[in-house]
């Protein structure tokens, strides 16, 4: 049992024997391990055998004879000790192959700690390498990772302190770089910012670019990758050479972009460099310039003794200034400043000549114009004075002399005050010397004392001159004499101003002085009155006595109007017969009525012509500010509507405007809007009256008569808007249209087989703006209309208005075979002088004779008379407004030739005109 358990432990002492020799091998490689190898080989042979013993054993106690066992016993001790011996040898042996394994381990031990102590000294000499460089070094792993970085890295990054430690990654590096700000957004050589730089030289051999910082510092970066994969990261500091480089930059755009031309030659004259403004000065390209001489550039007007005095200066060293009279590549010449001098080696050796050249063609120019200046000033007529920033005088031309009176040596040194006249007031000068320093010039008129105490008017301009910093230098003064001017301005104004026939004011002083005494009544918050005064009855003086007596009426009447208001008001003549007063500063609305009251009683006596009483009347219409507008023109426009409403009802008194004569203004502005419209919409059109032979009651022709069919109105009769087409201007094409649109249809007429006469309506209007006879035989021609088939109807008021131009018209019209008719005929003088004069072929009793003389038998004789007059004269009668069978038989009682009236036919459209001619009227009767 001893046996076994000592067996068993030799055993277990193998084992652990062979677990340290193993451990060995682990931790203590590279050791030379044959010998170990030996030892664990023996080691494992024993346990081998010491199982094999055990094995044997096993059996040998299964064996139960006795004697079997003894022998087997003695051959088991036989064995044991064989097999002891050997084992003892095979110890001695493992004994001696473990001393030989320590001394082997040893050894190596040894070696191990010189070679580390060997790789601590290089990493101790490559660490003293890195630092000792000057720049900046830092080594990566090729896992990415800080192996090591100079102190120089560390300087040039001090915001990565505590960051650049070994084991850091380089993404940790970018990233605190990008949380710092430091690093600008700078772009590599081939465009990558930095840290894509940085980034993707993983990916690259190599990797240059450049690192600008917040503070202004550069470096010049270099990543690049060893053979076993290690990052390389070496920056350099490059700011002062960059800042170099800046500076060279901007010496070079300086020479660039300089104003002046520069050229650069060699010693023997031929030319290296040239500038853009060189080039664009000459003509010449660069090409075309360099390796040439600047003798390029002559233009011959230089001697070859001035060029050799140039050389000489500039090859002893000094600097050569003058001026060249160059010729550019086109052929031109310009002038230019030249400075040239030696550009010298280090050594002082002259290597090269600069030129620096400027253009001073306009200058030169500019000292021509200042000769030329200078003539002027002598010999211009304005008067110049040129003071100090003192305002006093420095110098002044002959014209002030002759202007002044004063010799220059009376007035240098002199305050321009003793110019002054003495009618300007402080506040004038003062605004003249606020716009003067301030805007730097004042022009106006001013009145000034000559040398002999006489005053005359002068127009000044003032002009400040100033340095390029705003500080003033002098003033200079250019006046002349306006004497003569102003008298003629004097009656320019006047001319424009004031009626020539009253000497009072006209319409456009007027409208100046109400709109001033408005802008005072809004400001001092008073009345004004406006009065709107028509003369009732000066066209019958006009027109029985003549123009002279018209003339020396309406001056009587203005006179009689100036004292009729306060020296303050204005009495303006507004045109014809037509006065406009001007009341300032009225207390109360019945101010303006006493002053219409006084008007009309100064109005309403005799006047005195040519030793006979004229009688005439007044019709006033009355407006207020602020009560009935705020500006002129609806005052003018209210008070004229208030003349108009003090006619209709009467004459001779006076009205006030009201609302509803607004509201009558906003629907006449509107009906002319409309108006405006109806022409180019095609809403006019025309329906013929016709016009019927009295003794068989057939038409012999038809009258044209306007009708507006309005979108919203429905059919407009030309009561409506006949009169405002002729005060807005709109009667001109109106009546061109009807006159055209009348001739179309009474050719279409006659086409159709019916020989229709066609009367048209002309005013006084339409004559007044040009209608010319050649223009209706025009529309004639272009129509298809024989002239004799148009009829023209001229009321015989128009025929009165300056009846010798009508009279011309009216026999232009006759000889191009035109009927003419005088229209309402008894409304007007009837003068049977006048008839005589004009080439009429038609009369036309007024309607009004005709509707009354059932009422007023008296106009019967008025009718006979008026029939009797034309037939004396050869003229056809036509009768209007024929509304029932008894007036018929009156005009056909007493020889009326033609009529015309409902009584026949209202006006009717074209279309159904035919018809009727061909039925005829007879069940009129």
């Not at 990566?140 to 430690?165: H, K, M, T």
């Not at 004031?498 to 918050?525: C, F, I, V």
Request: charged fraction near 25%.
């Amino acid at each position: 049992m001893s046996q076994n358990l000592s067996r068993g432990s030799d055993t277990l002492e193998l084992q652990v024997l062979e677990a340290e020799i193993e451990e060995i091998r682990f931790f203590h490689e590279p050791v030379p391990g044959s010998a170990l190898d030996n030892a664990l080989f023996h080691i494992r042979s024993i346990l081998l055998r010491s199982e094999e013993m055990q094995s044997m054993r096993s059996d040998y106690m299964a064996v139960e004879t006795p004697l079997l066992l003894e022998r087997l016993y003695q051959s088991l001790v036989r064995y044991n000790t064989a097999q002891t011996l050997a084992a003892e040898r095979y110890s001695r042996l493992l004994m001696v192959v473990a001393v030989v394994l320590f001394v082997t381990l040893g050894l190596a031990l040894t070696r191990l700690n010189r070679a580390r102590a060997a790789i601590g000294r290089s990493w101790d000499q490559l660490r003293d390498g890195v630092e000792s460089l000057t720049e900046a070094f830092a080594l990566f792993g090729a896992d990415g990772r800080l192996v090591l970085c100079n102190s120089r890295y560390r300087q040039l990054y001090p915001w990565l302190e505590g960051v650049l430690e070994p084991g850091v990654t380089i993404n940790e590096v970018m990233e605190a770089n990008r949380r710092s700000g430091r690093l600008l957004d700078t772009s590599s050589g081939d465009g990558d910012t930095v840290d894509e730089a940085a980034s993707s030289s993983f990916a690259q051999t190599r990797n240059f670019y450049i690192e600008q910082l917040s503070d202004g510092r550069w470096y010049l970066a270099s990543d690049s990758f060893t053979s076993a994969g290690e990052l390389v990261s070496v920056r350099i500091d490059i700011t002062e050479s960059r800042r170099g480089e800046v500076e060279l930059r901007k010496l070079s755009r300086a020479l660039e972009q300089s104003p002046a031309s520069v050229v650069i030659t060699d010693v023997q004259g031929r030319i290296e460099y040239v500038n853009p403004k060189c080039q664009e000065m000459s003509g010449y390209s660069e090409a075309e310039l360099l390796g040439r001489n600047p003798r390029l550039f002559k233009s011959g007007d230089k001697s070859p003794r001035e060029y050799a005095e140039l050389w000489a200066t500039i090859s002893a060293g000094r600097e050569w200034r003058g001026q060249f009279h160059n010729r550019r590549k086109d052929g031109s010449i310009y002038w230019e400043s030249a400075s040239i001098s030696p550009v010298r080696d280090p050594q002082g050796g002259i290597t090269h000549f600069i030129a620096v050249k400027e253009d001073i063609t306009a200058r030169k120019r500019s000292e021509e114009q200042l000769r030329m200046y200078g003539t002027v000033f002598e010999t211009i007529t304005e008067g110049i004075m040129v003071t100090d920033a003192d305002n006093r005088i420095k110098i002044v031309n002959p014209a002030f002399t002759r202007i002044t009176g004063y010799q220059p040596e009376e007035v240098v040194g002199e305050n321009p005050r003793m110019l002054s006249s003495g009618r300007h007031s402080p506040a004038f000068y003062a605004e003249l010397w606020e716009s003067l320093l301030e805007r730097g010039s004042w022009s106006g008129e001013i009145w000034d004392r000559r040398r002999d105490g006489t005053l005359y008017p002068a127009w000044l301009s003032l002009v400040a001159i100033f340095d390029e910093r705003r500080r003033l230098l002098e003033y200079v003064a250019v006046f002349s004499d306006i004497t003569h001017r102003k008298e003629s301005e004097e009656q320019i104004r006047r001319q424009a101003n004031y009626d020539a026939l009253t000497g009072l004011p006209n319409r456009s002083l007027l409208r100046d002085r109400l709109s001033g005494a408005l802008k005072s009544a809004r400001r001092e918050r008073w009345k004004v009155a406006l009065l709107f005064v028509d003369l009732d009855r000066f066209k019958e003086v006009n027109d029985s006595l003549g123009h002279v007596a018209g003339d020396e009426l309406l001056q009587r009447i203005g006179e009689r109007l100036r004292g009729c208001v306060r020296e303050a008001d204005t009495v303006a003549r507004f045109g014809g017969d037509e006065f406009v007063l001007l009341l300032e500063d009225i207390k109360q609305v019945s101010d303006a009525a006493d002053v219409c009251k006084k008007i009309l009683r100064e109005l309403d006596g005799p006047v005195a012509l040519h030793g006979r009483d004229v009688f005439v009347g007044a019709s006033i219409g009355v407006t207020l500010y602020p009560d009935d507008a705020a500006d002129a023109n609806t005052m003018l426009r209210n008070a004229d509507m208030a003349m108009c409403r003090a006619k209709d009802a009467g004459r001779n008194n006076y009205q006030f405007f009201t609302l509803a004569m607004n509201e009558q203004v906003q629907h006449r502005i509107e009906l002319e809007r409309d108006l405006r419209q109806a022409l180019e919409q095609g809403q006019l059109l025309l329906h013929y009256q016709p016009i019927v032979r009295l003794d068989d009651l057939r038409v012999v022709g038809v009258e044209a008569l306007l009708r507006w069919r309005h979108p919203e109105r429905g059919l407009v009769l030309p009561d409506t808007f006949i009169t405002l087409a002729e005060e807005s201007g709109l009667i001109a094409p109106i009546g061109r249209w009807v006159l055209r649109m009348a001739c179309r249809q009474a050719g279409s007429w006659r086409a159709a087989g019916l020989a229709l006469k066609v009367s048209v309506n002309l005013s006084s209007h339409q004559l007044a703006m040009g209608l010319e006879v050649g223009e209706i035989q025009q529309i004639l021609g272009e129509e298809g209309l024989d002239p004799e088939g148009l009829n023209i109807e001229i009321t015989e008021s128009t025929m009165m208005e300056d009846s010798e131009a009508n009279l011309e018209w009216l026999e232009q019209a006759k000889a191009v075979g035109v009927r003419l008719a005088i229209d309402d005929f008894g409304t007007g003088y009837s003068s049977l002088s006048y008839l005589k004069r004009f080439p009429m072929d038609t009369l036309k009793i007024d309607r009004t004779f005709i509707r009354d003389v059932e009422e007023h038998p008296e106009d019967i004789s008025l009718i006979e008379a008026i029939i009797a007059m034309a037939g004396s004269l050869g003229l056809q009668v036509v009768a209007e407004g024929i509304e029932n069978p008894a007036q018929l038989e009156l005009m056909r009682r007493h020889g009326c030739d033609l009529g015309q009236g409902n009584l026949f036919s209202e006006a009717l459209e074209p279309g159904r005109i035919p018809d009727l001619v061909r039925v005829g009227v007879a069940a009129a009767e």
